[in-house]
């Protein structure tokens, strides 16, 4: 009878709630998951990815109005995809906002205490970065499912496992 139950069990999916329930719902094709619980996850991970996009453009040494810009562009689009609540984009759109109405300020500081020449460099800096990290994302991922080839293997380096 318990062989039985566990075979049961292996077709459940494998969600296991706060209180230490499991799921009782059939797992979806090619997956631990139920239908409703893998939705749920791919859009935890789709969030995640959300905010880690949004964080890089505001993440340099000096935040410009295109990275501003760019950063609000990106939370629109994960709220209007659910990838975002929208309270948390509320709340990340007014923080925003505060950002907007200092950068008048940050460049009038700047300006005094380096020159317009350095506030120049800093901005292209900022936009070079920007659109190096735009590159590189717009690379297709390989295939997770396949196996790496040899030279993959041998080519790895320690900097790019740690990433």
Not at 10 to 18: H, Q
Not at 29 to 38: P, R, S, V
């Amino acid at each position: 009878m318990s062989t039985n139950r566990s075979n049961v069990r292996a077709s459940l999916c494998s969600f296991t709630f706060a209180d230490g329930r499991h799921c009782r719902t059939p797992r979806a094709a090619h997956t631990y998951l139920c239908a409703f619980h893998a939705r749920k996850d791919a859009q935890a991970l789709a969030g995640e990815k959300a905010g880690k996009d949004i964080a890089y453009h505001l993440s340099g040494e000096y935040v410009s109005a295109c990275d501003l810009s760019s950063a609000l562009g990106r939370l629109f689009s994960a709220v209007a995809q659910g990838q975002l609540k929208p309270k948390t984009a509320s709340t990340l759109a007014y923080l925003g906002q505060t950002l907007v109405q200092t950068l008048p300020l940050a460049q009038n500081e700047y300006i005094n205490a380096f020159g317009t020449d350095s506030w120049r460099e800093t901005i292209r800096d900022s936009h070079e970065q920007t659109a190096d990290h735009f590159a590189d994302h717009t690379q297709p991922d390989p295939d997770s499912t396949q196996a790496p080839t040899p030279e993959e293997t041998s080519d790895a380096s320690p900097a790019s496992e740690q990433n």
